[in-house]
């Protein structure tokens, strides 16, 4: 291991490669703080530039002025439809398969409904010990509405997923990428085992959608969910996205069954039909301003194209990996796979004071993130960081790291937020 970098020729050749980056122009339509090197894109991507002006037409004319009319004018009624749409090529779906609503964790109880529903003499749901919380916990609400209902987790050093799925399970509820290590689960080898089962899979596209490609529908994926304010710079709280393959979607019965899912909801008629497509997700009214937002990232990442995001994607991370590697003096633990191709686009290192160093980090610009109990998680949003980013960065942890700034105990305090 090389203790020191000649860090100068480290940030000549990282300029080099921006130079010759095809998605280097990308960067001036997002809003980049002066002073911060910001690799948290996988908890709140940042601004686009376009996302700023839409939220003031959308407030000031479509709202102020506009008023009610704005429902068909500014064609506030079908944001759902239109944004998932724009979601829809990113992930591998076709148009009308994906619809823009609520929140993960709301689109999941959906789901799970919905599959329940399709597969009503089974009762097992598979899930990840390790999966992001709250997909655990709303899969637990969900246990205590139906009866002889159970929940089988893989347990992170226990057996594959794969194998705990059977003739019993209705549904699997599943991440494409692991939230804190980012390991990349194999979404169509996957997909068969589940249907060789008879069993319906729902993928978590929370850490994919928008940073690598998800191929969907050539995998026959049957349901997923995703998250629009990481990699897709939808702004804070914008809404997520439910897809369903067209095969299912006249099976489908979710059981939010609002106003907005009602195949005609301005007929006001007393019982429920739903939209014979994926409209039939949706329950009520949407956030319009946050969709109003929203768009502007998606239409970013539709022009940048899924390919070269996750080309440049695996092109940073294994530069930060390279670089904290050879500059750590093995102080840290690499927890993300060594493969680019098994990694998302974000980095984690285990360290016991993982917490003190990501707030040390902050104080010198370099925002990543720490996740319970000991990892340092970066993410790597390609669409704005460049080579340059990626190697001061790298340089900095290196230089918090091996020093002992962290150890202050005003970098133990933990805030609500991390
Ligand atoms: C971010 C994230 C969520 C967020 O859920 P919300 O209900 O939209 O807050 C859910 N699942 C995973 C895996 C996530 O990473």
């Known amino acids: 291991m090389v203790s020191k970098l000649d860090w100068a020729s480290v940030m000549a050749q990282a300029n080099a490669l921006d130079v010759a980056d095809p998605l280097s122009g990308f960067r001036e339509e997002f809003v980049l703080p002066d002073g911060i090197i910001y690799l948290d894109g996988n908890s709140l991507g940042s601004a686009p530039r376009a996302a700023l002006s839409a939220l003031e037409v959308a407030a000031r004319q479509e709202w102020a002025t506009d008023l009610i009319a704005s429902w068909n004018h500014a064609g506030w009624f079908d944001l759902p439809t239109r944004c998932g749409d724009r979601i829809a090529p990113l992930i591998g779906a076709d148009m009308g398969e994906v619809v823009s609503c609520d929140t993960v964790s709301l689109n999941i109880f959906k789901c799970l409904g919905a599959a329940l529903q399709m597969r009503p003499e089974r009762h097992v749901i598979v899930a990840e010990a390790g999966s992001f919380p709250t997909d655990l916990y709303v899969t637990e609400g969900f246990l ?77 994926a049957d349901m997923a969910v995703g998250c629009s304010y990481k990699y897709l710079n939808g702004g804070p709280g914008a809404p997520a996205f439910v897809f369903a393959a067209k095969r299912h979607h006249e099976a489908i019965r979710q059981p939010l069954s609002g106003w907005w899912g009602h195949a005609n909801p301005f007929d006001f008629t007393r019982s429920y039909r739903p939209d014979p497509g994926i409209r039939r997700f949706l329950c009520g009214t949407q956030p319009i301003l946050s969709f109003r937002a929203m768009e502007a990232g998606l239409e970013i990442a539709g022009r940048a194209g899924i390919a070269h995001v996750r080309e440049k994607g695996k092109l940073l991370t294994q530069l930060f990996i390279d670089l904290v590697e050879a500059g750590c003096e093995g102080r840290v633990r690499l927890v993300s796979p060594r493969s680019a191709e098994k990694r998302g686009s974000q980095v984690s290192f285990a360290h016991p004071d993982g917490y003190a160093i990501t707030q040390a980090l902050i104080d010198r610009g370099v925002i990543g993130d720490f996740r319970s109990p000991d990892i340092l998680r970066f993410g790597f949003a390609p669409l704005y960081l460049c080579h340059a980013d990626v190697a001061e960065a790298a340089r900095q942890f290196c230089a918090v790291v091996t020093g002992d700034v962290w150890r202050d105990p005003a970098y133990a305090v933990r805030a609500a937020v991390t």
Do not use: F, K
Request: hydrophobic fraction near 45%.
């Open 144 to 220: 205590g509405l139906r009866q002889g209902l159970s929940m089988r987790l893989e347990e992170p050093e226990g057996t594959e997923l794969a194998s705990l799925i059977h003739g019993d399970v209705a549904a699997v509820l599943v991440n494409q990428v692991d939230y804190r290590t980012g390991r990349v689960r194999d979404l169509p080898a996957l997909t068969r085992v589940a249907h060789d089962a008879g069993a319906i899979v729902i993928w978590d596209l929370c850490h994919s959608a928008g940073v690598m490609e998800v191929g969907l529908n050539a995998a026959a």
